[in-house]
């Protein structure tokens, strides 16, 4: 089977630094292609951020310059560094990856940005 996880949230005062963690498993799987999403009590889910295959990397207008997206391929992992946070930041933020045709999603890590 195919996991996807996702670690690191927690609260935080605004102004301050998480670093989330997704992680991959499964026989035969590799992660190259990954997106980082949150979605906010009452709205819609976003992408926050995205590294291809290839490197290149995408990221919200609204978090700019303040994430910042990597992955890790031998280690099937993705990190997104998250500084100068802001309550608006506050979310669920989900992991997925795309292999072989799908997206494979984590279960999600809570971010509460508050004083």
């Known amino acids: 089977q195919v996991q996807v996880s996702e670690s690191g949230g927690g609260l935080v005062q605004p102004g301050g630094s998480l670093r989330l963690s997704c992680a991959a498993s499964g026989r035969g799987f590799s992660i190259n292609d990954v997106a980082w999403y949150r979605q906010a009590p009452g709205k819609q889910r976003e992408l926050v951020a995205r590294?291809?295959?290839?490197?290149?990397?995408d990221y919200l207008e609204s978090v700019k310059g303040r994430f910042t997206i990597s992955r890790d391929i031998r280690r099937l992992t993705s990190d997104l560094q998250m500084n100068s946070l802001k309550p608006e930041d506050t979310a669920d933020y989900y992991c997925?990856?795309?292999?072989?045709?799908?997206?494979?999603w984590g279960q999600g890590t809570q971010v509460t940005v508050s004083s």
């Open positions: 590294i291809y295959g290839g490197g290149q990397t």
């Open positions: 997925a990856t795309f292999f072989r045709g799908r997206w494979y």
